[in-house]
Nanobody
């Protein structure tokens, strides 16, 4: 069974930075599509970034491009989301999700099988 655990969320002022981590257990994270998604109160879950742990090839939502960077470290079974120039509208619970055998990632939540419990990011203005 795949387990994903996110960490790194917190309270930050607008313009600040955070680095989120997603660590997998129960599977070798070397042939997965991994995405970061967020959900704000009253809003649908949206994808912000994804990456393939086998080929890289990161992909970003337009709203975060240039401010978020996704990366993977297969030796640690981890995927990271570096966030900078944070805005109040980035406030949400951030989830990582994974799917095996999906070579190219996408930002559609329905395409992912395994989800973490989420980590709260709050940006104060």
């Amino acid at each position: 069974e795949v387990q994903l655990v996110e960490s790194g969320g917190g309270l930050v002022q607008a313009g600040g930075s955070l680095r989120l981590s997603c660590v997998a257990s129960g599977v070798a994270f070397n042939d997965h599509a991994v995405g970061w998604f967020r959900q704000a109160p009253g809003k649908e879950r949206e994808g912000v970034a994804c990456i393939s742990t086998s080929v890289g090839d990161p992909y970003y939502a337009g709203s975060v491009k240039g401010r978020l960077t996704i990366s993977t470290d297969n030796t640690k079974n981890a995927v990271y989301l570096q966030m900078k120039s944070l805005k109040a509208e980035d406030t949400a619970v951030y989830f990582c999700a994974a799917r095996a055998d999906m070579r190219l990632c996408n930002l559609r939540p329905v395409d992912y099988d395994d989800w973490g419990q989420g980590t709260q990011v709050t940006v104060s203005s």
